[in-house]
């Protein structure tokens, strides 16, 4: 089964191409059923799946994500592999992990290094550059995330729970989001502002 889960905008899918990638496995049958959906949808959030030949279309909320949201830190449940996964329809390993109004962090079985988080990827600032987590670390295959290999000044690099560097979330539904961890220092606007302008330019309706 290919799955994902995706914003609709007036001007098409956002992330329309990276979305899908997601389905490239499947087949071209898939990827015709995914550019009908693309040509139609009404603005809005869903969740794509394709399973017996057929794409599942269903609608959901609004992220839970929000600016400000206190954080909280859990060893990841991939933390003893070493690869990415597809990202999993809910249910998932996630799901049991998510808390309403909290962040939660993912990280190394030591608790040294952020992975991500239960419904998002992390992002950190050094200061010249927006650092990503190492393609090699556990986690989901992340649509933002390889959006912003479309950046200048993108470094992979191991982002450490220690660090002050100024940390965000980033997802295919709320795009940015600013976390609260004791000690943080901002994300700088001009760098969220410049992940934002590629994330709607990069809408599609086919």
């Known amino acids: 089964m290919s799955f994902t889960t995706l914003k609709v905008t007036d001007k098409g899918v956002l992330l329309f191409a990276l979305h899908e990638e997601r389905f490239h496995n499947a087949g071209k ?8 959906f693309a040509a139609e949808a009404a603005p809005g959030i869903y969740n794509l799946y394709w399973d017996n030949k057929k794409m599942h279309i269903k609608t959901r909320g609004e992220s839970r994500l929000f600016d400000g949201m206190p954080v909280r830190f859990i060893i990841s449940p991939l933390a003893h592999t070493h690869h990415r996964i597809e990202k999993p329809p809910s249910p998932s390993i996630y799901s049991g992990l998510i808390e309403p109004g909290i962040a939660t962090l993912l990280t190394s079985a030591e608790g040294k290094e952020i992975y991500e988080s239960c419904s998002a990827a992390v992002i950190a600032w050094d200061g010249k550059n927006i650092l990503k987590v190492p393609r090699d670390r556990p ?4 649509t933002m995330l390889e959006l912003l290999n479309e950046l200048p000044h993108i470094k992979e690099q191991p982002i450490l729970r220690a660090s002050d560097y100024p940390i965000a979330l980033i997802n295919a539904v709320k795009c940015t989001c600013i976390v609260s961890m004791e000690g943080g220092k901002p994300f700088p606007d001009d760098q969220l502002e410049r992940i934002r302008a590629l994330y709607l330019a990069s809408a599609r309706r086919a």
Do not use: L, Q
């Open 139 to 142: 986690g989901v295959k992340s």
């Open 29 to 36: 049958e898939a990827i015709m059923a995914y550019h009908r």
